[in-house]
């Protein structure tokens, strides 16, 4: 479909033809016209005998392959304009799509560099938690050991503390 569009585009775009056919269009049915002005300038009486055998029916057929001819150039140039619409229509749907497919890459991007952030911040996070831990639990030994130190310096001493209430 495309290629006879672009082919009529082309014919239509190619001044050289255009003017081509019109010339043979109208040398032929100027022709035909000086050919018949002369018959009947000449002789009119075979002209009017040739008219009466070829009838009325002769110039109907000739007017109505003009009234075809010309509803089929106009529905021809309705058919271009209509899919030239339809080709700039596509084109333009097109272009959308391949924007849409531009940022759903850019949002995928945007997405796995989310994603690789919060590993790294997940993986700072447990290096945190094990440093905070390892401390704890240094505090925690250091704190039994202060109090181990504690319990014998009052051992020492005999110094009896008071009992806590639970």
Known sequence: MTEHVQFLRASKSDGFSTVLMVGVTVFGGGSFAYGIFQIIRSEPDKAFDL??????GFLLAIFIAWCVSNLFNRGLDVTVRTGERSAAAMEGATIQMQSI??????????LQSTADRDDRDKQEMQILV???????????????????????IE????????????
Do not use: C, Y
């Open 51 to 56: 008219l009466k055998s070829w009838g009325p």
């Open 101 to 110: 497919a531009e940022a759903m890459h850019a949002q995928a991007l945007a």
């Open 130 to 152: 094990g440093v905070v831990n390892s401390k704890v639990e240094q505090a925690l030994e250091e704190l039994k050991f202060q109090r181990r130190t504690f319990e014998r």
């Open 155 to 166: 051992e020492a001493l005999n110094i009896r503390r008071p009992q806590e209430s639970e």
